[in-house]
């Protein structure tokens, strides 16, 4: 089976730690070029603009945007509009509008999208959300926190309000639990810490429940010192799971079931493949619409100014 030629829109942190390594692996994909104005990838032509590569490209099939957030819109729809399949990385847009928008695009243009919640392909994933499904949850704690300076080195964008602060890490959380929580859950309460030379939330509380009441509580916080906390606790009526290290590690009780090689965007790139192959799309918005229910409904704290 031929490898599917595509091109990387930015050339920033996430595309150098993972979206070039996972690439290189791949036999799905072959890459062809980039499009970014500050910086490239010197095996394969770069661009300042997705715009140009494409005319420079026309054998490019697919592309991923790994943009800031508020950029990805435009960007993709420039994308579909020539017909070509869209990766989007996550959060898949700055807001649920635009996304339902590109999802609309992509089906009239026969392209297409995925909404890349990388963290789902974590290597306990799929095994705690079938261990759960024959369980009855009781409570959950998610605890997700990261020191910005180390993950987000430099990148003002993130304090703007499409860059979503803390739930830019946060999110990944929710994708995980979405995927693992056998019933729907809803936002009940938030509370949001926003830095006052920012526009976004520097931390947060956020307590849900299920359709059976269940409680569900999250914290999320840009000030954990190295190393990183990134776990999802839940009580249920046949013990403790535990996915720790953002879904490498699992445990019932305590006792390990899974450590595995952290092998997300490798996941994350076969199932793009998958799907276009399969001319299909998969966006789900659910993280997303938590995140908006929160800035929703929050209760908005300042804080003290904070200085990257």
Not at 25 to 53: K, R
Request: proline residues 7%; glycine residues 6%; aromatic residues 8%.
């Amino acid at each position: 089976m031929f490898a599917i030629n595509i091109g990387l829109v930015g050339v920033g942190k996430i595309v150098r730690d993972q979206h070039l390594p996972a690439l290189a692996e791949s036999h799905d994909f072959h890459l062809v070029a980039t499009a970014d104005p500050h910086t490239g990838h010197a095996a394969v032509p770069g661009y300042a603009a997705l715009g140009e590569m494409l005319e420079a490209h026309p054998e490019l099939e697919a592309v991923a945007i790994c943009t800031p957030t508020h950029l990805r819109y435009s960007q993709a729809r420039i994308a579909l509009e020539q017909g070509r399949s869209v990766l989007l990385e996550k959060p898949p847009g700055a807001t649920l509008s635009e996304v339902a928008d590109l999802v609309e695009l992509a089906e009239r243009q026969g392209c297409t999208l995925f909404a890349a919640w990388h963290s789902r392909f974590a290597p306990g994933v799929s095994e705690a959300r079938d261990w759960l499904r024959e369980r009855r949850i009781k409570r959950v704690e998610i605890d997700w926190r990261e020191d910005v300076r180390v993950w987000h080195p430099g990148q003002a964008w993130i304090w703007e309000p499409a860059g979503m602060g803390v739930f830019d890490p946060g999110i990944n959380a929710l994708s995980i639990a979405t995927e693992i929580l056998p019933r729907a859950f809803f936002l009940r309460d938030a509370r949001l810490w926003v830095p006052s030379n920012c526009q976004a939330p520097i931390a947060a509380a956020l307590t849900f429940s299920d359709t059976e009441g269940t409680p569900i509580v999250a914290d999320f916080d840009f000030r954990q010192p190295s190393p990183p906390i990134w776990s999802i606790h839940v009580e249920t009526d046949a013990g403790r799971l535990s996915l720790l290290q953002g879904g490498r590690r699992l445990e019932i009780d305590g006792q390990c079931l899974l450590d595995a090689e952290e092998r997300e965007y490798p996941g994350l790139y076969a199932r793009f493949a998958e799907l276009i192959r399969q001319r299909r799309s998969d966006v789900d918005l659910a993280p997303l619409r938590h995140v908006a229910d929160a800035c929703l409904a929050a209760w908005r704290e300042p804080t003290e100014p904070f200085i990257e």
